[in-house]
């Protein structure tokens, strides 16, 4: 069972360059998210989605786009890189229903420099 | 304030030794509480999860909530090199609506 899959691993972007952070999941859940951690700050929320179709911001959106065209994928775009989108990038799943515990299931994040 | 506050450390220990691993938060409205353990240059993993106030316990592991302190703690019993890793705490309202707020993580060090 793969669980959350991430890609790439690494990647060094120059400054106003596009990417995409891609990330599936074989576990179908319906809520998947997008997490920037920092050293020392701990995970910040980008976007989520509650299903197929639905995205929503989280607390640090800006510069970042999502879409959720299907359960299992949940890609990131950046459309003009900055220095301060350097961070290491984790996607995670849960199956959410209703008001429940949230157990998050985490990928292997994505370190990414932005030069 | 800010909603959860988590000492980052580092937290360094003997091994054998009993760590306690603490968050306080300022919403009364939190219901659910979580720590996640996260090794280096991997993503979180959940250790432990607890509905309101509280213990439970899993091996080594004891996770605690006092709600009318706002106050979480981890307990690890005989740690092991192996615990070495950041513990984030997390935590969310009783809503369907809410997502998890994490605290910024403790760097636990367990020296043989």
């Known amino acids: 069972n793969a669980g959350v899959t991430q890609t790439p691993k690494f990647r060094i972007l120059k400054i106003g360059q596009s990417m995409t952070l891609q990330c599936t999941q074989d576990?179908?859940?319906?809520?998947m998210y997008w997490y920037r951690q920092d050293p020392g700050m701990g995970l910040k929320l980008i976007y989520y989605?509650?299903?197929?179709?639905?995205?929503d911001k989280g607390e640090v959106p800006n510069g970042y786009n999502v879409s959720r065209s299907t359960t299992e994928d949940f890609p990131l775009r950046l459309e003009l890189a900055a220095p301060s989108q350097t961070s290491v990038y984790f996607c995670a799943s849960s199956l959410r229903e209703g008001a429940t515990n949230e157990k998050l299931f985490f990928g292997s994040g994505t370190q990414l420099s932005v030069l | 304030q800010k909603e959860v506050e988590q000492d980052p450390g580092p937290l360094s220990v003997p091994e054998g030794a009993i760590v306690s691993l603490n968050c306080t938060y300022s919403?009364?409205?939190?219901?659910?509480f979580m720590w996640y353990r996260q090794y280096s240059r991997k993503g979180p993993e959940l250790l432990m999860y607890?509905?309101?106030?509280g213990n439970k316990e899993d091996g080594r592991f004891t996770a605690q909530v006092d709600k009318s302190s706002k106050y979480i703690s981890l307990f690890i019993r005989d740690s092991q090199p192996s615990d070495s890793a950041t513990y984030l705490c997390a935590m969310k309202d009783g809503g369907s609506q809410g997502n998890l707020i994490f605290g910024k993580g403790t760097k636990l060090s367990v020296k043989p």
């Open positions: 919403n009364s409205a939190f219901q659910y």
């Open positions: 607890t509905y309101s106030s």
């Open positions: 576990m179908n859940h319906n809520y």
């Open positions: 989605s509650v299903g197929a179709g639905i995205t």
